[in-house]
């Protein structure tokens, strides 16, 4: 009999995690969402413009330097780079609330759907530094990862 209230016990929380998951997306999500147009280059006699991938390369000393300050703090150079292009992508578009989508790991489970990309949306204040912004996308990876097993499909409909 305790195996059916372990059962239980193990379908309860994954119901309170589900809306817990829910209402943090819920949350995150609210409120108007702008669509960005984001500025490119494009030949004029290509209609409609498409762009599938963009190289991109970084000198080594910029690597170098990347590398030392998240070696010698508890960001990670993902999180690093991720603030660089939230705020690469405020600066081209003029947007003030930008949202965007990383890959993440997670381990396959045949009774879960998990998503494998998580929305990241980052709101600007016009006087944070980029060591706030640093810090503030630090948080907001966080939470998501934490909440990353609510299908953001769900979100949508």
């Given at each position: 009999m305790g195996n059916n209230n372990?059962a239980?016990s193990?379908?309860?929380f994954?119901a309170?995690?589900y809306i817990?998951?829910?209402?943090y997306w819920l949350y995150q999500m609210?409120?108007?969402l702008?669509?960005?147009?984001?500025?490119?280059d494009h030949?004029k006699n290509?209609h409609p413009?498409?762009?599938l991938?963009?190289?991109?390369?970084?000198p080594?000393?910029i690597?170098?330097?990347?590398m030392?300050?998240?070696?010698?703090s508890?960001?990670s150079l993902?999180?690093?780079?991720?603030a660089?292009?939230?705020l690469?992508?405020?600066?081209y578009?003029?947007n003030?609330d930008?949202?965007?989508g990383?890959p993440?790991?997670?381990?396959?489970?045949a009774?879960?759907?998990?998503n494998k990309?998580?929305?990241?949306?980052?709101?600007?204040?016009e006087?944070?530094t980029?060591?706030?912004?640093?810090?503030?996308?630090?948080?907001?990876?966080?939470?998501?990862t934490?909440?990353y097993?609510?299908?953001?499909?769900?979100?949508?409909e």
């Amino acid at each position: 009999m305790g195996n059916n209230n372990d059962a239980f016990s193990n379908s309860a929380f994954e119901a309170i995690q589900y809306i817990n998951e829910r209402n943090y997306w819920l949350y995150q999500m609210a409120g108007e969402l702008k669509r960005s147009v984001f500025p490119y280059d494009h030949k004029k006699n290509l209609h409609p413009p498409r762009i599938l991938e963009t190289p991109f390369s970084c000198p080594g000393n910029i690597v170098l330097k990347l590398m030392a300050v998240s070696n010698n703090s508890d960001l990670s150079l993902h999180l690093i780079l991720m603030a660089g292009f939230i705020l690469l992508l405020n600066k081209y578009t003029l947007n003030d609330d930008i949202i965007v989508g990383t890959p993440i790991y997670t381990e396959e489970r045949a009774e879960h759907l998990s998503n494998k990309v998580l929305a990241i949306r980052q709101q600007f204040q016009e006087d944070s530094t980029f060591k706030e912004l640093l810090l503030q996308v630090k948080d907001t990876i966080a939470k998501a990862t934490e909440n990353y097993a609510y299908p953001i499909e769900k979100l949508c409909e």
